[in-house]
């Protein structure tokens, strides 16, 4: 029989208990969330977490690796070190081979090979599709990660969005867009009504995120700082339109799973993958970009669970452990 893991003592943000204080890990899974009180019940081994912060490991939703990206790329036990326990994947075969070979076991990655065509995951450059790529029967059928790095760029893509069958055909093989420049309001509605999964670092440019999701854009985010809680600060304040702190975690959880087709990762609820990443955290509320409505509470009533005050004033949250499959990782 498996062993299970409890933690408790804890504040667990859960999509399935907004008010639990401890989980359960059995094998790969998560078993059970709930109370303190409740979790006693359970055989098991127990840790006592001293009221720190439980959360899904977060998701690097782009790790160029490309030299011309213009910063050095992580490794991926530093990615680990920061609470990043899935990331997507952009570089040569050699470059992702690399990666691969060097990368913690923890840290689940999936890989865009530049100039990948057929029915595998590839990267392409925006520009390099060409006008022939208005006809569908030219393109690439696997996921492709398309490299938005300049205006241009983007106009490129967005004409080819107003072809029907091109767009069919990109929705229909889950390709995504990696914007890297700012997001002109102009094209925001024909973003959102293309389908496609679109990844952003709020800390690099300023984003229109409210609009974005307003509208119905899926969005994740590349996390490039030190600190990925630093790129959600720049969401809720520092974006054009800034969203709110749970919008924002989603884009650095759930969504960074949708973008890649998958709807049950980036969750703590029973049945869902048994990573969790443990932080120490000052407060936790629950907060709005925008200061003519309530930016916090801490009225349990409301159902909604806190996230960290990520005003720009207030300490980052600090990993100090991550459970990859039930298991303690140091970090």
């Known amino acids: 029989m498996t062993d299970s893991t409890i933690l408790y003592n804890a504040d667990v943000y859960s999509s399935a208990d907004p008010f639990a204080t401890a989980i359960m890990f059995t094998g790969d899974t ?9 979790a006693c019940a359970f055989d098991g081994t127990h840790h006592d977490l001293a009221g720190a912060f439980v959360t899904p490991g977060l998701v690097a939703a782009a790790v160029d690796l490309r030299p011309e990206a213009g910063r050095p790329a992580p490794t ?29 076991e923890a840290l689940v990655t999936t890989s865009y090979q530049l100039g990948g065509a057929g029915e595998g995951r590839g990267a ?48 229909r093989h889950g390709w995504r867009l990696l914007i890297n420049v700012a997001v002109p309001p102009e094209a925001i509605d024909a973003l959102a009504q293309s389908g496609l999964g679109i990844t952003v670092d709020p800390l690099a440019h300023r984003q229109p995120l409210a609009p974005l999701l307003s509208a119905g854009a899926q969005v994740s985010f590349a996390l490039t700082a030190e600190n990925p809680w630093q790129t959600l600060r720049a969401a ?54 925008d200061s003519r409505v309530a930016a916090w509470s801490t009225d349990p009533r409301s159902g909604t669970p806190g996230l960290p005050d990520l005003s720009p004033d207030a300490a980052l949250p600090q990993l100090l452990r991550i459970w990859s499959h039930g298991t303690a990782v140091t970090s």
């Open 30 to 38: 998560v078993a059970w969330v709930g109370s303190d009180e409740a």
């Open 76 to 104: 991926g036990d530093e990615l680990l070190a920061r609470g990043v326990t899935a990331a997507h994947l952009i570089g040569t075969g050699a470059q992702l081979e690399r990666f691969a070979d060097a990368a913690p």
């Open 124 to 171: 392409l450059d925006a520009g390099a599709l060409g006008a022939g790529a208005r006809d569908a029967g030219l393109l690439p059928d696997g996921a492709q990660f398309v490299l938005v790095d300049s205006a241009a760029d983007l106009s490129a893509v967005l004409g080819l969005l107003e072809d029907a069958g091109v767009r069919a055909h990109l929705q």
């Open 236 to 289: 809720v304040y520092d974006s054009a339109d800034g969203v709110s702190a749970r919008a924002a975690f989603n884009a650095v959880t759930r969504f960074g799973y949708r973008a890649l087709g998958s709807f049950d990762g980036g969750v703590l609820a029973p049945g869902s993958a048994a990573t969790a990443c443990v932080w120490s955290v000052e407060s936790l509320l629950v907060q709005a970009a």
